[in-house]
C-alpha cells in the first residue's frame, strides 16, 4: 500500500528539528545521510561526529517526535552514527600553543573573495563567542589589514615576539601592517617560508578558539609551508560558480587532499546578484556550480553569498559588513557559515 505521506513531507519534518545549541536545521547542515520508507515505516540515519554524549539522544527523541507529526507515520528508527573525531598527526607540523583550530581559506582562482570571506567569517566566529585571530598569509598581496580599516603598526613584546593589532574583536597579522603602503613585498622563494613561519610562531597569538589563514590564490610554496608547518583543522574552499573557477578550486581541494588536510567544506561566492528593482535573482558566473563541486567532493556546501554593493564597499571603507551588525543576505550567510565551522570544529 503507498504510504500517505512522500519523502517531502519527511524532508520538511526534519527541517524542523534544528542541532542543539544553533538556529541551523540537522538537514542544512548535512548530517541526515539517509531518509528509508517501508510502508508507514521509517529509518533515518544520521552521521555525527561530536564529543557531547547527550546531542544524539537529544536528537534522537527531537526527530521521532516531529516524524511522528507527519500524517500516516508509524514507527520512527533513528540511527545515528558517530564519526571518530580526526586526530592531528604525531609528528611533523607543530601545533600553535593555545591555539586550538587553525583554519585556511583557500582558494584555486585569485578574487573571488577569500579575503572578504575570511575577515567576515573571522568576525561571526568571534560574534559567536570564540577568540579569533586572523593572519594574513598573502604576502605579495595582502589585503586583510586595508579590509580591516587599520595601518597600525605592530610592537614586539619582551619575548620579541610581535603583538597583533586588534580590530573588530580579532586579532590580526599581515605584512600589509608591516609595509610601507604602497610598498611591494619583494621575497624570494625561502625568504617566503620564513615569513609564514614567522607569522604564525613569533606573532604572540595567544590563547585563541580559531586561528583563520587567509591564503594567496594557487597551491604556492606558501600554501605548501603552511601543510609543512601548522596542523591544520582544515581548509575552507572559496569559489564563484563560474567553471574556470571551479576548475582551479579543484586543484586547491587536491592539494589539501594529498597532504591530508580535512575539507571543511565550500563557501560559494558572488552566488547571484538580487535585483533591487524587481527581487529577480541573477546568476551572473552561472549556477549551481558550488554545490556540484561540493557533491563531487563529498563536502558541505556552507553558504552561498550574493553578489552585494554593501559587501564590497564595506571592504573598501575598511569597515567589514558582519561587524556592522547590520542584517543583510550575505551578513546571515557569513553567520551560517560561521555556525557551521563552529559546530563541526567543536568535535574535533
Ligand atoms: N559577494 C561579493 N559581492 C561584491 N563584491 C565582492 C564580493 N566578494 C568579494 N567582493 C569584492 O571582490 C574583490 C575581491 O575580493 P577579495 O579581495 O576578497 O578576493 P580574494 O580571493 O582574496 O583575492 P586575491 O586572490 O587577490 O587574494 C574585492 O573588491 C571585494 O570587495
Ligand atoms: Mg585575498
Redesign the pocket.
Known amino acids: 500500500m503507498p504510504s500517505l505521506f512522500s519523502e517531502q513531507d519527511l524532508r520538511n519534518a526534519l527541517a524542523s528539528v534544528c542541532y542543539p545549541g544553533f538556529r541551523r536545521d540537522i538537514l542544512s547542515f548535512g548530517l541526515v545521510k539517509e531518509v528509508a520508507v517501508d510502508g508507514n515505516d521509517v529509518k533515518v540515519q544520521l552521521v555525527l561526529s561530536t564529543n557531547e554524549p547527550a546531542i544524539p539522544n537529544i536528537l534522537k527523541k527531537e526527530i521521532e517526535a516531529a516524524l511522528k507529526k507527519v500524517t500516516g507515520v508509524s514507527e520512527v528508527t533513528v540511527l545515528i552514527d558517530i564519526q571518530a573525531p580526526v586526530a592531528a598527526p604525531a609528528t611533523g607540523p607543530q601545533g600553535i600553543p593555545g591555539v586550538r583550530h587553525i583554519i585556511a581559506i583557500a ?1 584555486g ?9 575570511a575577515v567576515n567569517l573571522a568576525i561571526a566566529l568571534q560574534q559567536l563567542g570564540a577568540s579569533v585571530g586572523l593572519c594574513d598569509c ?1 604576502l605579495y ?1 595582502p ?1 586583510v589589514a586595508f ?1 580591516c580599516g587599520t595601518k597600525e603598526r605592530p610592537k614586539a613584546n619582551e619575548q620579541d615576539q610581535i603583538i597583533p593589532i586588534e580590530k573588530h574583536g580579532i586579532r590580526l597579522m599581515s605584512m600589509g601592517l608591516l609595509l610601507e603602503e604602497g610598498a611591494p613585498a619583494v621575497l624570494r622563494g625561502p625568504m617566503v617560508s620564513r615569513y609564514i613561519q614567522q607569522f604564525l610562531r613569533q606573532v604572540a597569538w595567544g590563547n585563541l578558539d580559531y586561528l583563520l589563514l ?1 591564503l ?2 594557487g597551491t604556492g610554496d606558501i600554501q605548501l609551508t603552511l601543510v609543512q608547518t601548522v596542523p591544520l583543522t582544515g581548509a575552507v574552499l ?1 569559489t564563484t560558480p563560474q567553471e574556470v573557477a571551479l576548475l582551479d578550486v579543484r586543484k586547491a581541494a587536491a592539494m589539501f587532499q594529498k597532504t591530508n588536510v580535512p575539507l571543511l567544506g565550500i563557501v560559494e ?2 552566488s547571484y546578484f538580487l535585483s533591487p528593482s524587481d527581487g529577480v535573482r541573477h546568476a551572473i558566473f552561472g549556477s549551481e556550480g558550488g554545490i556540484q563541486e561540493a557533491l563531487h567532493l563529498g563536502i558541505p556546501l556552507l553558504g552561498e ?5 554593501a ?2 564597499s564595506s ?2 571603507e575598511g569597515l567589514p559588513l558582519v561587524a556592522q551588525k547590520k542584517i543583510t543576505p ?1 551578513s546571515e550567510v557569513f553567520q551560517k557559515v560561521a555556525e557551521q565551522l563552529y559546530s563541526e570544529c567543536n568535535t574535533y
Do not use: A, F, Q
Not at 109 to 117: C, E, I, M, N, Q
Not at 305 to 309: G, Q, V
Open positions: 582558494s582562482k585569485g578574487g573571488v573573495g577569500k579575503s572578504t570571506v598573502d598581496g589585503s579590509l587567509d594567496p590564490p572559496v561566492n558572488m553569498i550574493p553578489l552585494d554593493i559587501l564590497r571592504g573598501d550575505s
